[in-house]
């Protein structure tokens, strides 16, 4: 399938996720565009975390279906949405915080190397080389060697932030999900993974990006998508919109103006 602008990579039509009596999607119907950057904005208990859960595999939905690239899929597991090509990069990063950047990557898909045609042992050498290709080549971070090989818990917020990025786009995913990415760092580092999904942009690599920093947001995303309460109440191109006219949308829930096709 062709991966041009403007065609649909991933689509969720009428979401409906409920917790016990609790609605938390109402129906919601989601898109984002290949090589596309969508800003998914909304107050607490909005129903963002449930959408990307559901987009990633973690919660069935009670209603609705899920197509990506074209093909309708069934996500069981977070396993089953890695494996066609979705990645998530959560607030809290899941890193193994005394290991060091290189095992981090590679947890879970460590690269051994057979000794004397008997023993396998971990090949260190060829994770540590893979992990600085990935983050100087695709990420375009420079990290000095032995921050590589530190534990990870010794690394700045953004650092940390890069190496779990690394982790989820070594498997080359088509979408990948940043939930909060810019939380608990500095604005230096901030201004850094910014320019970093946009550069994972123009490698064809389409983001959901969650943060409650709009300004942060329309810096960088070519879409805006707003819930609340479990509805979507706003989808509408960057450039159509305001920062205030989405802070009206996420308190009031008025769906006013906005291009929900």
């Given at each position: ?8 990579l991933?689509?969720?039509?009428n ?14 119907n ?7 950057i969508?800003?998914?904005?909304g ?9 990307i ?21 069934f ?47 971990l ?23 032995n921050?590589?090989r ?19 786009i070594?498997?080359a ?47 960088v ?41």
């Open positions: 399938m062709s991966t041009e602008r403007g065609q649909m991933l689509e969720a039509r979401i409906v996720k409920k917790f016990g009596g609790v609605v938390a999607l109402r129906g919601v989601f898109k984002v565009h290949y090589q596309e969508v800003g998914l904005v107050d607490n208990g909005a129903g963002k975390s449930t959408l859960k559901v987009i990633s595999g973690v919660y069935p939905p009670e209603e609705g279906e899920i197509y990506f690239e074209g093909r309708r899929v996500f069981s597991t977070p396993r089953e949405a890695r494996d066609a090509g979705i990645e998530t990069v959560y607030q809290d990063l899941a890193l193994a915080p005394n290991m060091d950047a290189s095992m981090n990557v590679f947890i879970g898909r460590e690269v051994v190397r057979r000794d004397w045609k008997v023993f396998r042992t090949d260190k050498k060829k994770m540590f080389e893979e992990t600085k290709r990935v983050l100087r080549d695709i990420l375009g971070v420079h990290v000095e060697d921050a590589i530190s534990p990870v818990l010794s690394l700045s917020g953004g650092q940390r932030q890069c190496v779990a990025i690394a982790r989820a070594y498997s995913p088509k979408l990948l999900i940043m939930d909060e990415p810019t939380a608990a760092i500095s604005v230096k580092e901030r201004r850094k993974v910014l320019d970093l999904m946009l550069n994972l942009k123009q490698r064809g690599i389409s983001i959901i990006f969650i943060s409650h920093t709009l300004e942060e947001i329309f810096s995303a070519d879409r805006i998508v707003v819930l609340n309460r479990g509805n979507l109440v706003r989808d509408v191109p960057k450039e159509q919109t305001s920062i205030e006219d989405v802070v009206t949308a996420m308190v009031s829930g008025s769906s006013q103006n906005s291009d929900l096709r």
